[in-house]
Nanobody, 124 residues
């Protein structure tokens, strides 16, 4: 399965963005059975967990999300979304989506397909 992120951009602090992840390819129909993760990587920092949703739509968020982000999935269209509100300059990063076995894990090593990422920049 190939993953393509989109929807990133430049936004002012306090603003909102919705980023998307689309699964394509021969094995894309298996998307509904995968757990999906969003992770982010800021310059000079390691990639970090942001949010995950499993096949039963059980969700988990990093502590820094603090209710600002909402992860959802649309299995009929092989897509996942991350709605980000009340954005802060420290949210600036490249955001990646990944899929893995149905664990809903916060360990990024449990996800084996990744997209190329979409840049989110929050200005102060």
């Amino acid at each position: 399965v190939q993953l393509v992120e989109s929807g990133g951009g430049l936004v002012q602090a306090g603003g909102s963005l919705r980023i998307s992840c689309e699964a394509t390819g021969r094995t894309a129909p298996a998307f509904s059975g995968y757990a999906i993760v969003w992770a982010r990587q800021a310059p000079g920092k390691e990639r970090e967990f942001v949010a995950t949703i499993n096949a039963r739509e059980s969700k988990g968020y990093a502590d820094f999300v603090n209710g600002r982000f909402t992860l959802s999935r649309d299995n009929a269209n092989n897509r996942a979304y991350l709605q980000m509100n009340h954005l802060r300059p420290e949210d600036t990063a490249v955001y990646f989506c990944g899929v893995g076995v149905n664990l809903g894990s916060r360990d990024l090593r449990d996800y084996f397909y990744w997209g190329q990422g979409t840049q989110v920049t929050v200005s102060s």
